[in-house]
Structure formats: structure tokens, C-alpha cells
């Protein structure tokens, strides 16, 4: 259990640790390149830890030391037929991910992980890499973990994509790569584009047109050196926290600010939230910069469409923001939330109603009606770093104590959470 109490202030400078969905992708590229790639502020989050087990246990030699990973690739035919089962633990990202990598392999695999990842539809991916000629099997066919796949002798498609979704576009592009022609994925709104950015890194070429994304197969990958941006998705926590905590500033470092992951920063802009962003520049293919927020008055916002994929993870923490704005702030086209590591709209309502928000639950999102003073008590991450960590933001605020129990989820994305903001409540 972790204990949060009100912050009079927050004050300082945070270093925004490595992206996880950037740092996934080193490991997974890394290992299926020829050669050997290097990887700085690598994020030694849970979830990619869980990526380089899975990897290890293929045969690839990765030499991990805290935020510098070495992986000795093998190139795509490298990989071993693992023994074991392969445990993702809590990542999503490497279930999917992995599940198009693993449907070109001329070998049989497993895919497992906790709780909340049996609970998630892998259907999404299952059925395009049927198509590609994959054999795939899971509860309730091949709906839910654990996942076998027998792979091998796959044939491009053109997969038109229900969902928006970054896992489901680059689980299938790693299928194309392995596959005998070109493979085309399509989508009702970009989501997010690290795969892209990074297969070219890696010497791929990648068609990019409109919404669709092609790959041609028996393309191999080669080895190169890998700067990881800090994690937006990380640092929205606290630029939440400098909006609505009173007489703060914080300038946080070094974040990731890719066009298909900043939409927290058009909703702070548009909700008038006091922010800068200086010193941009681009490291690998992302956009990188500096970002400095202080308290802010804030207004309602609606929040819907295209810009639902680029800011989906930081809903929960929008939601917080939204409590502090005056006025109705309405997120619609969010129905993706259900199937994350919760439920994270009835995650969301729940928690903040027992804190006394003024917020309900809809098909597909949420409303909330602000602003409103927040009250302490006892409330849980239920497992998933998001809702953990939005809490937290949340005690610093309530007149009472938060009492968040499961903090230690929070060590999926954030490890260094909780020290970062003891060091902005000490005004470091
Ligand atoms: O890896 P996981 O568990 O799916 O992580 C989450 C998160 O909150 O960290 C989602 F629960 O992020 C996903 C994100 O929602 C990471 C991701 C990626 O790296 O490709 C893409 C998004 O998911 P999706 O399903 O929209 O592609």
C-alpha cells in the first residue's frame, strides 16, 4: 500500500524514462536484425523486461544494465523454437507483437501472461494472420491466452483493421516481412507509428499511404544503434499533476512528442493549460522536446475521433484533469479503453466517484463535470500502472489521503515513479 498526501506544490526538473512501446520494439527489431544493436534509455519497465525474456528464451543474447541493452542479433531466421512457455507477463505489446513475429516462424510457441492478458481479445490479431496462412489456436478460437501458433509458409494480404490499433497493424507488418509478397494494413485512424519509424532505422523500406501501411516480404533487417525518447505517456502524469496542483511548475525532459502520441498536449492546450515546449528535435525518426507546465485555469474540452488513438493511454489522467475544469468535458469513441489492462472507463468512474468526482461511464468513454473538489480514501490500481498512477496525481490534490493499494503495478511503465514524485513534492 502507498500512501499519498496532499501536495502544497510541485517544483522541479524530471528526466521522462524511456518510451515502452519504443523500447519493446528495440528489443523484438534488435533481436530479429543482423548484427548487433545498442539501445540507450531503454525503459526497465515490467512489461519490457518481459519482451527480453521472451527473446532470451529464442536463443538471442541480450545484455541488459538498467537503461543500456545490447542485443546480439541473429537475423529473422535466427530465432529458436523456445521449450518452454513464453510469459508476457502483464504487455499486451509483446503478446501482439509477438504473435505476428512468431506466425513466420517455421516453429511452434506458446503465448501466456497474467490475468488481465488472458482477459484481452487476441482475436484482433488471430484472424488476419489466419488469413496469412498462420495456425492459431487459444480459448475460445483463438480469442484468448494462452495462444499457439504454428508458423511458416505465409502469403501477403491486404487487411482492412476494425480497430485503431498500433498492435494489431505491427503485429501484422512483422507477419508481411516473413510473408511471399506484399502486405498491406489499413486503418480507420492512424494509431500510433514507432513500428514504421523503426523498421526503417532498420533498413526496411516501408510504404506509407493515407492509412495504409504496406511491407513487401524477404526483407531482412540490419542492425543499428537505438535512442529511446522519454515516454509521453509517462510524463503526462505530471503534466497533469503541474496543471492542477497549486503554485507548481515542472519541466520535464526529454519527452517523446511523435505526432501519433501527443494528443495530451493538444487537449492540455485546448483545456488552457499554462505549457511550453522548447528545444525540439528528432532522435531516430521521433520527436523529441522539453516540455514545462505550471497551474493552470482550466476549461471543459470534448475529446473524440482521430485524436481518440493518439492519446488513448492517457485517458485515465485526462479524466483527473477533466474533475478540475470547469465545465462538462465529454470523451466519446473510446470503447478501445474497455479492453486494456482493466476496464479503464469502469476503472476510471469507479475510483473517481469514491474520491467524489462528479463522472459517469458511457458505451464509449466518459463524462465529468468539473470542477470539482476531490476527497481522500482508499481506492486500488487494480493491477493496471495507468489507474495506479493516476491516483497518485489524484492524492495530491484530495483533502485526505489517498491509500492506493497494488502500487507495484506502477513498475510496468513508471519504476521510478514514486521517487520522482516525492522529489517534486520536496521541490527538487
Ligand atoms: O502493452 P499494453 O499492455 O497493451 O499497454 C498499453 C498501456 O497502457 O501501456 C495499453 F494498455 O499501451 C498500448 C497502447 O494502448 C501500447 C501500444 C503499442 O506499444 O503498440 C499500443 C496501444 O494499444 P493498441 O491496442 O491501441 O494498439
Redesign the pocket.
Known amino acids: 500500500m502507498e500512501t499519498i498526501t496532499k501536495a502544497h506544490s510541485l517544483k522541479g526538473t524530471v528526466v521522462i524514462p524511456g518510451d515502452?512501446?519504443i523500447s519493446?520494439r528495440a528489443i523484438m527489431f534488435g533481436s530479429i536484425a543482423n548484427g548487433t544493436t545498442h539501445i540507450t534509455n531503454f525503459l526497465p519497465g515490467a512489461?519490457c523486461l518481459s519482451t527480453i525474456s521472451c527473446f532470451k528464451q529464442m536463443g538471442i543474447h541480450i545484455e541488459q544494465d538498467g537503461a543500456s541493452v545490447v542485443v546480439e542479433g541473429k537475423g529473422m531466421d535466427g530465432l529458436k523454437e523456445p521449450s518452454q512457455l513464453l510469459d508476457v507477463g502483464?504487455?499486451?505489446?509483446?503478446f501482439r507483437l509477438m504473435m505476428g513475429l512468431l506466425a513466420g516462424r517455421p516453429f511452434h510457441s506458446v503465448l501466456a501472461g497474467d490475468e488481465s492478458i488472458a482477459k484481452r481479445p487476441m482475436n484482433r490479431v488471430t484472424v488476419p494472420l489466419t488469413q496469412m496462412g498462420a495456425i492459431i489456436d487459444g480459448r475460445e478460437q483463438g480469442t484468448f491466452a494462452p495462444i499457439s501458433i504454428r508458423g511458416g509458409n505465409l502469403k501477403g494480404i491486404t487487411y482492412e483493421s476494425p480497430v485503431?490499433?498500433?498492435?494489431?497493424k505491427?503485429g501484422i507488418l512483422l507477419a508481411g516481412l516473413q510473408a511471399e509478397g506484399e502486405t498491406t494494413v489499413s486503418e480507420t485512424h492512424r494509431?500510433?507509428n514507432?513500428t514504421e519509424n523503426m523498421l526503417e532505422s532498420f533498413g526496411v523500406k516501408v510504404k506509407r499511404e493515407g492509412l495504409s501501411v504496406s511491407v513487401e516480404g524477404g526483407q531482412q533487417l540490419t542492425a543499428t544503434n537505438v535512442e529511446v525518447p522519454g515516454d509521453i505517456?509517462s510524463a503526462a502524469f505530471f503534466l497533469v499533476a503541474g496543471a492542477i496542483v497549486p503554485d507548481s511548475t515542472i519541466t520535464l525532459l526529454n519527452v517523446g512528442i511523435n505526432e501519433t502520441r501527443s494528443g495530451i498536449i493538444d487537449v492540455l492546450q485546448q483545456m488552457g493549460a499554462d505549457l511550453s515546449i522548447k528545444n525540439r528535435r528528432v532522435v531516430n525518426q521521433e520527436e523529441v522536446a522539453d516540455l514545462t507546465i505550471s497551474t493552470s485555469n482550466l476549461t471543459n474540452t470534448s475529446i473524440e475521433g482521430d485524436i481518440i488513438?493518439r492519446l488513448?493511454?492517457e485517458l485515465p489522467i485526462i479524466a483527473l484533469l477533466a474533475t478540475q475544469a470547469k465545465g462538462k468535458t465529454v470523451i466519446r469513441n473510446a470503447e478501445?479503453l474497455k479492453v486494456?489492462?482493466t476496464n479503464r472507463i469502469d476503472a476510471v468512474v469507479d475510483a473517481l466517484q469514491s474520491l467524489g468526482a462528479s463522472i459517469t461511464g458511457t458505451p464509449d468513454g466518459m463524462v465529468i463535470e468539473g470542477p470539482t473538489p476531490l476527497h481522500g480514501g482508499r481506492v486500488s490500481s487494480l493491477g493496471d500502472?495507468?489507474i495506479g498512477m493516476m491516483l497518485a496525481v489524484a492524492g495530491c490534490i484530495t483533502d485526505g489521503a489517498v491509500e492506493l493499494e497494488l502500487p507495484e503495478a506502477i513498475k510496468v511503465?513508471y519504476p521510478d515513479f514514486f521517487e520522482h514524485l516525492k522529489q517534486l513534492q520536496a521541490g527538487s
Open positions: 515502452k512501446s519493446h512489461d502483464n504487455s499486451g505489446t509483446t485503431a490499433s498500433a498492435q494489431v505491427s494509431s500510433r514507432h505517456s488513438p488513448i493511454d478501445e486494456k489492462e500502472h495507468r511503465s
